[in-house]
């Protein structure tokens, strides 16, 4: 029973194998939770080694390509590093998801890796690395798989990482247009998703499209909504009719599958994947 | 398990700990650093901010024994010989303090603020310190008394 601080990739990898019910700790905003209300408290004490991961440089840094448009960010890059410049510049809307992450001090140690594996359906960056079809890097001692993140992501709080594996980095395209995030909360600060949605839009590939938070067991495409846009958009004037935006907010919410808890209703948060949709859409081709 | 923790510049053992303890137990309980307070213990109201390695954070969402290494800083090590900061007094002088639960959280969150950001706009005051619920003052006395402090410290930088 210890916390193990790796101090490389190869080192962790090594710790996992030889501890195979290890917790790995990333920023722990999410495990630091559940421990404090006891929900992890007797398998740690009896068996677990916790293995920290923040002194990891291969997890903490990242590297850009921009002559191939591709941006690798390591799992244990920070909120705070995502919301800002370089990383805003190349992928607006995970720096706009990013800044609605809890507070700055939740966003100085949560980091992006660590949303991917507790994998809640309101995750507030999951919804923008399904709209940029993000590829998920996947490492263990015996090699390295990569998954697109829509594999990933299996269920509520459930992935497809195999024992021994580390998520060690999510590399994402450096699309060409515009990009944006939405969430809708019950206050502006320090809050969790009722529901989300990202828009991205490539003008290269003529590409367009959306991904909804909070609403599904997991992250969820809007294929039927992608489609239609893509159709009725003038890709020169940047435009779209309006009419054509509030069918798109309609098609959107067909694609959510939303429950009522207590955080909202089915019926709300049908509505206010309509609205954001149909919001982002507009934002995106504001010409007339 | 026993392990070192480097809190306020100076070394300190902690013994007898159970490996899932949170770093504002071990601060409070464990080392008598009572400054931090812990209320929510899920990261969501900042009464437990501290410094871990230069940054920021809920000390409540720190396992304790993974800041091994790291230089802690907590309100008592803002002002070693005892005095007020420059911060705590304005607090006092703009009524930002009413029952002081939130005020150690608020007061290393505002200090982490103007270190990186010495003359902030009331928005980005308000959104820098999101994380620190206050249920007395209504903030705008909290508001006040950073920007105090932030036009007194640019004078002191120019007199002129």
């Known amino acids: 029973m210890s916390v193990l601080t790796p101090t490389s990739l190869a080192m962790a990898l090594e710790q996992i194998e030889a501890n195979p019910n290890a917790l790995l700790l990333a ?16 398998p740690i004490e009896v068996e677990q080694a916790v ?16 002559a191939n448009r591709r941006l690798t960010l390591g799992a244990g890059v920070t909120w705070a590093e995502i919301e800002r410049d370089p990383i805003r510049s190349w992928v607006p809307a995970l720096a706009e998801a990013a800044r609605t992450v809890g507070s700055p001090q939740i ?38 798989r990569v998954l697109p993140v829509a594999q990933f992501m299996v269920g509520v709080k459930r992935t497809a990482l195999r024992p021994g594996e580390i998520i060690a980095a999510i590399d994402l395209p450096v699309l060409d247009g515009w990009q944006g995030y939405s969430k809708v909360g019950v206050r502006n600060a320090m809050v969790i998703a009722t529901a989300s949605a990202c828009l991205a839009v490539d003008h290269p590939s003529r590409s367009i499209r959306l991904a909804l938070g909070s609403v599904a067991p997991t992250i969820v495409r809007c294929p039927d909504a992608e489609r239609f846009a893509i159709e009725l958009v003038d890709w020169d004037s940047l435009s779209i009719g309006s009419a054509d935006v509030s069918r798109f907010g309609e098609l959107a919410a067909e694609s959510s599958r939303p429950i009522t808890d207590h955080r909202s209703t089915s019926e709300y948060r049908r509505h206010a994947v309509t609205v954001m949709a149909s919001r982002l859409l507009q934002r995106a081709f504001p010409g007339s | 398990m026993h392990y070192t923790l480097h809190v306020n510049g100076a070394d300190r053992e902690v013994g007898d700990a159970w490996i899932g303890e949170n770093l504002l137990y071990v601060l409070r309980e464990r080392l008598g ?46 002002s070693p010989d005892g005095a007020p900061t420059d911060l705590q007094q304005a607090f006092v002088d703009a009524g930002a303090v009413q029952c002081g639960f939130c005020t150690p959280g608020l007061i290393i969150a505002a200090h982490d ?48």
């Open chain 1, 107 to 144: 966003r100085n140690a949560g980091t992006i890796g660590g949303n991917l594996g507790t994998c809640s359906p309101a995750g507030d960056g999951l919804p923008v690395l399904a709209a940029l079809d993000a590829v998920v890097e996947l490492v263990s001692t015996t090699g390295r």
């Open chain 1, 27 to 42: 920023g722990g905003t999410d495990v630091m939770v559940e421990i404090n209300e006891h929900h992890r408290a007797m």
């Open chain 2, 33 to 78: 650093l009572l400054a931090a307070k812990g209320a929510c213990e899920q990261g969501e109201c900042g009464s437990c901010s501290v410094q871990v390695g230069g940054r920021l954070v809920c000390s409540c969402l720190v396992m304790a024994a993974s800041a091994v290494g790291q230089p802690i800083v907590t309100v008592e090590g803002l």
């Open chain 2, 113 to 160: 603020l103007l270190d990186r950001n010495p003359d902030p706009t009331e928005i980005e005051i308000r959104e820098e310190l999101s994380g620190n619920v206050c249920r007395c003052t209504g903030y705008g006395r909290i508001i006040e008394a950073v920007q105090r402090v932030s036009i007194a410290r640019r004078i002191d930088r120019d007199p002129s």
């Open chain 1, 51 to 66: 293995i920290a991961l923040a002194e990891v440089p291969e997890l903490t840094s990242w590297t850009v390509d921009l």
